[in-house]
């Protein structure tokens, strides 16, 4: 009596569907996720699948409203160029931002436009930082959508 020994390929079911579906996902463009936090605990995010300017300020037109007397009625934080985001700084602002492979102050920006109300820089969809408007901190990154 001889024994044999039998090799059987186990596949996990819809496998290469979830194979397929991740190639697909890493194609299409990511989308910019922004939050606004109160303390320490995001009181306000949003993920913008369209490619819109980003405003923030004390009305209720803005995308993210905020109450601080020390902020204006309307500020654009994020301008789209050419479909493309740009972050605009100005000189009350301070934090940090991921430009590629290099991190800067906002405040040594490089590649930076000068502007009327400070200097805007182009993002790519792998930048990411933390700004602070006043007493107000903002995160971004983008994200697969």
């Avoid at 803005?62 to 020390?70: C, E, I, K, R, Y």
């Avoid at 605009?88 to 934090?95: L, R």
Wanted: with cysteine.
């Amino acid at each position: 009596m001889s024994t044999r020994s039998v090799s059987v390929s186990v596949r996990r079911p819809g496998a290469m569907t979830a194979a397929m579906s991740a190639r697909v996902a890493s194609l299409e463009p990511k989308v910019l996720r922004v939050g606004v936090l109160h303390g320490t605990r995001m009181s306000e995010e949003k993920v913008l699948r369209a490619r819109v300017p980003v405003t923030l300020g004390t009305t209720e037109q803005n995308s993210f409203t905020v109450v601080d007397p020390a902020l204006p009625a309307r500020m654009e934080l994020f301008s789209v160029v050419n479909g493309q985001y740009q972050l605009n700084v100005t000189d009350a602002m301070e934090g940090r931002v991921a430009l590629g492979d290099r991190v800067c102050a906002l405040d040594a920006l490089p590649d930076a436009t000068r502007t009327d109300a400070g200097r805007s820089v182009a993002l790519s969809e792998s930048s990411r930082g933390r700004s602070q408007i006043g007493a107000l901190p903002v995160l971004f990154r983008f994200v697969n959508a």
